[in-house]
């Protein structure tokens, strides 16, 4: 569940997104908004480069299962590992716990090829959901967002429209919006203008 | 006509009582050419002006003449028109597919000052001056007088004009879509295909540009399906589809492009037939479908018969006129002749007969026989067989013709001519499978000969051609394909499915060849007599094209563009295969031979605003700011686009000119301290235990020895030699660096480090990770910045011997964790302070705060660039151009003579790399130190040698140094290190000419005793 990650911020500073206010939008043909989003405000983030060998150590310090199939996450918890290529992942964990997680793995991967990184402040993550939330995504992104296809679990590097995106998918119709910080208001802007015919609500 | 045009307003003399499409509840008035008229909801334009009685509905593209409606479908090449008014106007619509809708306002194309008497008809008449290639042939010389040939021409010749106002006020969206199976074409077989494909639940989209499903079959009277009505079958199809949670519909929507891989595109009328459109949806979107499977069934065009005067208003397809009885409610003509080379045309006669029209049929064949031949015999319609019309008269409606007996295969007049009055001509040539989509993704095609028509062959993409696109013309023919392909399409993308039946079809038997007729005698000696139209749209006739041929045009391809047949908005539905049969008899080869010119997308126009969708405005391109972008704004910076990023450029205060602010901005960073915002730097991780070794060999200095938490400036070269990108790498620890890059080449730098490790160098044990974005950074430059820094709080002794230049420090300002580089781009001394991105703005407004004493002045890029000449500082991109060297640049020094290799090492010892004349980086200094040399201006040494004059090279950077108290340059000149202290010259675009000495590039402080404070 996304709602996992909604617990309050313990880092102070600003995120990509925390200028912007809350905003909504009725659905014109009546009911329920079809998109409903807000930024998941200093989720951790570590990106993870390195092969099999890192099981252990990952497994140990995370719960997560690693590696995950291509273009899959695991969950443990609230933290996720998710698949980028065959050789980089990306750990998303509760905030303010990126930097023991990272000093932990660190500690423990006992060779010398792998990288751990911080990118906690570099990645904006958002939480989407919503009746209408693939036909609003299907307006930019080309990956094809059947659940039967792309059903919970999955995850893929992508577009939506100019902005490179990585999506998680969850359960029950809900998705992870990755993206770079500085595109951050784009995606913004870009969803908000997509969502125009179903209606929808930007929470802070 | 006068009669129609005194008839009162709403009176729609030509609409007939029959049952049909319409819903006669529902009125709808509409404005054309200035007059209102009525007509009824489920009208096309097309059939409410012919309701109305109106045939004249605009003007050709090259001899002005008047055309009327010749089809009732998306094939229409005549009735093109402008629709709505000012910005939101669109010329060039086809009024056989614009749904009527209250207070609709349409305009004729192509005509001054109207639609019936319009000044360039003149051009008709002298029609024989203009035959194909005319302008080619009239307008060579002198080529330099093309251009203002050409806008008269543009002028004369053409269609509609677009809307004054260029910016197109309505919404247009685009979406992605994905399918197991694509139906394109709604008809009779694409409904069935579309059931049997998706009843065993694969997913299936169905798309067929008219506003309701059933093509053709809607406009017939005499099909019953199961005992009902065509249209009950019809409807009952498109329900239980609707239902189907795995099929969607697209009505009003056209499959105009098919590409590899089975992506095609699809332009959808949202909003277009409304009255009322609502603000929340897309006047059209353009959906891009990714298909594992296409089911084409788009349906044939009917061809017309090429006889002299066939272009007249009046003059329209069997078919169409047969689609507006049975559909619209409207017959087009009250005394008609039929002429036709088949059997299909005698619906149309039956149909007209029906509707109380006097019929007379004049069918091209000598021996006509079958049951509708029967059929329109016994319900007294007259049959001329063996007969053909050879010529239709009329000034803006048909009128008159001559019908003449006429030979087999009609290339010849065997008897005598009668003469009939008419208002309606009713042809038929055959019908030509619409193989446009087929085409477009490379489908072969063969000729059928008894049909008269090429039909696809095999297919190259994963689809299938169903009905009468495939040349299966008979709709219980086409309905078996359609469960067949339905069949097969859904096993191809895993889905089983039971057959289902094919309906009983109750329908006259009918022969579905044609008989060849491509060109009807008139008796005129080729050349002369009155015009056989082969192509509507672009006014190419019969004899255009014999003429082609005997000009040695023989391609088709050639012949397309020579004469200009099937260019244009309909790209020769109607006419591509009369024109080739017509090239083949000139050249005396069989049609196969000729062969079809190419089919491209889009199979009918586009608009435009839907391909770009929301690509528009602010959603453009994206705008990357920094974290500190908020404060730049409140303090009223100006910005520059640096790539994608937005930078604060300079900050003006009150009047200040843009020249007073970086003049002040470059002092106080001399003076006292200056604050940039350089978070838009690419940074990037590199982790691994051959971190050192990899660094290397994408720059051309060593990087083994330098120490844990020292900074080292690289060059980074493409393997051709050429500076590519530079910056200051830190070592963070033993296997672990952090780079920077220009901030444009960022992106650029990571991919190709990347590409480097995965493809050439896998056994080094590195891995990059971009931080560009975790880490915000703020310069502070300036004899006062250690004094700032010690003032805003920080936890680290400042000294030079503790924390020398080139060095890196953690430590905390304010309380915020921090990363400190003492490296400097304006040679003061200078700390680059990063800290995360989420405390940018925390930092930034703390330090001007903590420095405000000091007079801390914000400075922008602009600044930055001064300061940075002032020292003689290249700028990748600036200064080099792809085609620099190192040693262009006088930067031998980088190259390590020692490191086995490195990325452009060979390519800089190849001999051209050492010739003199090679470009090199110099400083010059103008003789009137107010003047600024312009950037890109071009040095010379004789401003007074002939032209074209020797150039010597260009300058890169030019500014007002305010530090110097005078204008300062650098250049890129041929051997500019053996110009050192002469006298090179620049002349101007005014006239004047500037000149000015070659010095060393470094103006400012060359000792560099202001590093350190």
New interface residues.
């Given amino acids: 569940m996304a709602n996992s990650f909604e617990s309050k911020p313990v880092?102070?500073?600003?995120?990509a997104l925390s200028?912007q206010s809350a905003s909504k939008s009725n659905n014109?043909s009546g009911g329920a908004v079809g998109l409903i989003f807000h930024e998941m405000q200093?989720l951790g983030k570590l990106?993870i480069?390195?092969d099999h060998s890192l099981k252990a150590a990952i497994k140990a310090a995370t719960g997560c299962h690693f590696p995950p199939l291509a273009n899959h996450f695991e969950t443990a918890g609230e933290r996720r590992i998710v698949w980028l290529g065959p050789?980089e992942y990306l750990l998303l964990c509760e905030s303010g716990k990126e930097k023991a997680l990272h000093d932990t793995l660190t500690n423990t991967i006992k060779r010398?090829?792998?990288?751990i990184?911080?990118?906690?402040?570099?990645?904006c993550a958002l939480s989407l959901s919503g009746a209408a939330v693939r036909?609003v995504l299907?307006?930019?992104?080309?990956?094809?967002l059947?659940p039967a296809?792309f059903g919970a679990g999955k995850c893929a590097q992508s577009l939506l429209?100019?902005?490179g995106i990585t999506l998680m998918a969850l359960p029950d119709d809900t998705f992870i919006l990755i993206c770079?910080?500085?595109?951050a208001?784009?995606v913004h802007?870009?969803l908000v203008?997509?969502a125009?015919?179903y209606g929808y609500q930007f929470t802070v | 006509m006068s009669r129609l045009s005194k008839a009162p307003m709403g009176h729609q003399i030509a609409r007939i009582d029959a049952k049909c499409r319409i819903d006669r509840s529902v009125p709808v008035t509409f404005t054309f050419d200035g007059r209102t008229y009525n007509g009824f909801a489920g009208d096309t334009l097309a059939s409410a002006l012919l309701a109305n009685g109106v045939h004249l509905v605009g003007r050709s593209f090259k001899y002005h003449r008047p055309r009327g409606i010749l089809s009732a479908g998306s094939e229409e090449p005549n009735a093109l028109i402008r629709l709505g008014k000012g910005a939101g106007a669109e010329p060039n619509i086809r009024a056989t597919q614009i749904e009527i809708f209250d207070g609709l306002y349409a305009e004729s194309q192509n005509r001054t000052p109207s639609l019936k008497f319009d000044v360039g008809a003149i051009n008709s008449v002298l029609g024989r001056f203009f035959p194909a290639g005319f302008y080619y042939k009239t307008f060579m010389w002198p080529a330099s007088m093309w251009m203002r040939y050409e806008h008269v021409i543009r002028h004369a010749a053409g269609l509609g004009k677009v809307a004054d106002d260029h910016t197109d006020p309505d919404r247009y969206?685009?979406?992605?879509?994905?399918c197991d199976i694509l139906v394109a074409g709604g008809g009779a077989a694409g409904l069935m295909a579309a059931l049997q494909a998706a009843s065993g639940g694969a997913?299936v989209i169905l798309a067929d540009e008219q506003n309701e499903f059933g093509g053709w079959l809607l406009g017939e009277a005499n099909i019953s399906i199961d005992e009902q009505p065509a249209t009950s079958w019809i409807g009952k199809m498109t329900n239980q589809l609707a239902a189907m949670p795995n099929v969607k519909l697209l009505p009003r929507t056209t499959v105009f492009g098919y590409m590899d891989h089975n992506f095609l595109t699809l332009n959808e009328r949202v909003t277009d037939h409304l009255s009322k459109r609502?603000a929340?949806?897309?006047r059209q979107r353009m959906w891009?479908v990714?298909a594992q499977q296409v089911i084409i069934a788009q349906g044939a065009h009917e061809r017309p018969l090429v006889f002299a005067g066939n272009d007249i208003p009046g003059v329209m397809l069997a078919g169409a006129v047969r689609t507006y009885i049975n559909r619209y409610g409207v017959c087009p003509g009250q005394r008609a002749i039929v002429m036709c080379n088949n059997d299909d045309a005698y619906k149309t006669a039956i149909d007209l007969h029906r509707a109380g029209a006097r019929v007379l049929i004049a069918d091209l064949r000598a021996q006509p026989t079958g049951p509708l031949f029967q059929a329109a015999h016994n319900v007294g319609i007259d049959i001329l067989v063996g007969h053909a019309v050879i010529a239709a008269y009329g000034t803006h409606r048909v009128a008159r013709v001559e019908i003449a007996p006429v030979n087999h295969n009609a290339t010849a007049i065997i008897g005598e001519v009668i003469h009939r009055d008419c208002d309606l001509v009713a042809m038929s040539g055959g019908l030509s499978p619409a193989v446009h989509l087929h085409s477009q993704a490379r489908g072969n095609l063969q000729w059928d000969e008894g049909k008269l028509c090429f039909r696809p062959s095999a297919t190259h993409e994963p689809s299938f051609n169903i009905g009468a696109c495939n040349g299966s013309f008979d709709l219980v023919a086409g309905l078996k394909e359609a469960v067949r392909a339905g069949t097969k399409a859904a096993a191809a993308s895993g889905f089983k499915t039971a057959s289902l039946t094919v309906p009983d079809v109750t329908t006259a038997k009918q022969n579905w060849r044609s008989a060849a007729a491509w060109k009807i005698p008139n008796g005129h000696l080729a050349g002369r007599g009155p015009k056989a139209f082969v192509d509507f749209q672009n006014d190419v006739t019969s004899n255009d094209i014999t003429l082609a041929a005997r000009e040695g045009y023989q391609s088709v391809e050639h012949l397309k563009r020579y004469t200009t047949t099937g260019m244009g908005t309909d790209q020769g539905k109607t006419s591509n295969i009369n024109a080739l049969a017509i090239l083949a008899d000139a050249l005396g080869n069989e049609i196969p031979e000729i062969g079809t010119t190419t089919f491209r997308m889009p199979y009918t126009p586009s608009n435009i605003g839907a391909i770009a969708?929301?690509?528009i405005g602010?959603?453009f391109?994206?705008?990357?700011?920094?974290?500190m972008d908020?404060w730049h704004r409140a303090a009223g910076a100006k910005f520059e686009h640096v790539g994608?990023?937005m930078r604060a450029w300079y900050y003006p205060e009150e009047s200040e000119t843009m020249h007073d602010a970086v003049n002040r901005e470059v002092r106080a960073a001399r003076t006292s301290a200056g604050l940039l915002d350089a978070s838009t730097l690419g940074k990037i991780?590199i982790?691994?235990?051959d971190a050192a070794e990899f660094l290397n060999r994408v720059y051309t200095n060593a990087w083994n020895k330098l120490g844990i938490g020292k900074c080292r400036y690289g060059l980074m070269l493409k393997d051709d030699g050429m500076i590519m990108d530079d910056g200051v790498t830190t070592r963070l620890g033993e296997?672990h660096f952090h780079m920077t890059t220009t901030t444009g080449g960022a992106a650029g730098v990571l991919d190709w480090m990347e590409e480097w490790l995965q493809t050439e160098w896998p056994d080094l044990?590195v891995?990059l990770?971009?931080?560009?974005?975790?880490?915000s950074v703020a310069t502070l430059s300036g004899p006062n910045a250690a004094k700032i820094l010690e003032e805003a709080g920080i936890d680290i002794d400042l000294s030079s011997a503790n924390f020398p230049f080139m060095s890196m420090k953690h430590a905390h300002i304010g309380g915020l964790p921090a990363r400190i580089f003492r490296i400097s781009f304006t040679g003061e001394l200078s700390y680059e302070i990063n800290v995360?991105?989420?405390?940018?703005?925390?930092l930034w407004t703390h330090l001007m705060k903590a420095g405000a004493a000091h007079g801390i002045t914000p400075y922008g890029t602009e600044a930055m660039h001064v300061l940075r000449a002032e020292k003689g500082f290249i700028i990748v991109g600036q200064e080099t151009d792809g085609s620099v060297t190192p040693h262009d640049l006088g930067m031998d020094w980088i190259i390590s003579k020692t490191k086995p290799d490195f990325i452009g090492k060979r390519a800089l010892s190849r001999e051209s790399m050492g010739y003199s004349d090679r470009k090199h980086l110099i400083g010059l200094l103008c003789s009137d130190p107010k003047t600024v040399i312009p950037e890109g201006a071009h040095a010379v040494i004789d401003p007074d040698q002939p032209l074209p004059m020797d150039m010597l090279g260009q300058v890169t950077s030019s500014y007002f140094s305010p530090n110097c108290g005078r204008s300062i340059a650098m250049a890129m000149l041929k051997g500019g290190r053996a110009l050192m202290g002469q006298t090179v010259y620049f002349p101007m675009l005014d006239g004047t000419v500037l000149d000015a000495k070659v010095v060393n590039p470094i103006f400012y402080d060359p000792k560099g005793a202001r590093i350190d404070g």
Wanted: charged letters at 30%; aromatic letters at 8%.
């Fill in positions: 880092f102070s500073g600003e995120t200028n014109p200093h990106n480069r390195g050789d010398s090829h792998f990288a990184t911080d990118v906690s402040d570099s990645l036909d299907a307006k930019g992104c080309s990956l094809d059947l296809k429209a100019h902005a770079r910080t500085s595109f208001p784009y802007d870009w203008d997509a125009l015919e | 969206e685009k979406t992605h879509a994905h997913r609502p929340h949806l897309p891009k990714r969708g929301r690509d602010a959603l391109d994206p705008v990357r700011l920094t974290r908020d994608q990023w991780d982790q691994g235990s296997n044990e891995y990770t971009s931080v560009t974005e975790q880490w995360a991105a989420r405390h940018g703005l925390a």
